[in-house]
């Protein structure tokens, strides 16, 4: 069982940048294949991107793809989201989800523990 708890949203101008947090509790936070999602108003949930266990391996949605950063820091059990040249498009509830499969994951059904999520907001 793994808790995650994501912070750092907030209202932000287009081209602006913003830094998600994701704090990992209650598990080995290195056994897990960790992602990132959004979900925008009357919108299915969207895979932004993922990071593997070792941090050394990176995967991206197309749409945020050389704009947004994953990282991880196994040492303080948190994984990050950077997020460059936000669009108003960007705008949705982002979540951060934990995968037991220690492998590629990619669809919301992969993930097993997921945060509460917390919002961004895109403004012209």
């Known amino acids: 069982q793994v808790q995650l708890v994501e912070s750092g949203g907030g209202l932000v101008q287009a081209g602006g940048s913003l830094r998600l947090s994701c704090a990992a509790s209650?598990?080995?936070?290195?056994?897990?294949?960790l992602g990132w999602f959004r979900q925008a108003p009357g919108k299915e949930r969207e895979f932004v991107g993922e990071?593997?266990?070792?941090?050394?391996?990176?995967y991206y949605g197309d749409s945020v793809k050389g704009r947004f950063t994953i990282s991880r820091d196994n040492a303080k059990n948190t994984v990050y989201l950077q997020m460059n040249s936000l669009k108003p498009e960007d705008t949705a509830i982002y979540y951060c989800?934990?995968?037991?499969?220690?492998?590629?994951?990619?669809?919301?059904?992969?993930?097993?523990?997921w945060g509460q999520g917390t919002q961004v907001t895109v403004s012209l």
């Open positions: 990071i593997s266990v070792s941090g050394r391996w990176t």
């Open positions: 989800a934990a995968s037991r499969r220690g492998t590629t994951a990619n669809r919301v059904y992969e993930y097993d523990y």
């Open positions: 209650g598990s080995t936070f290195i056994m897990y294949t």
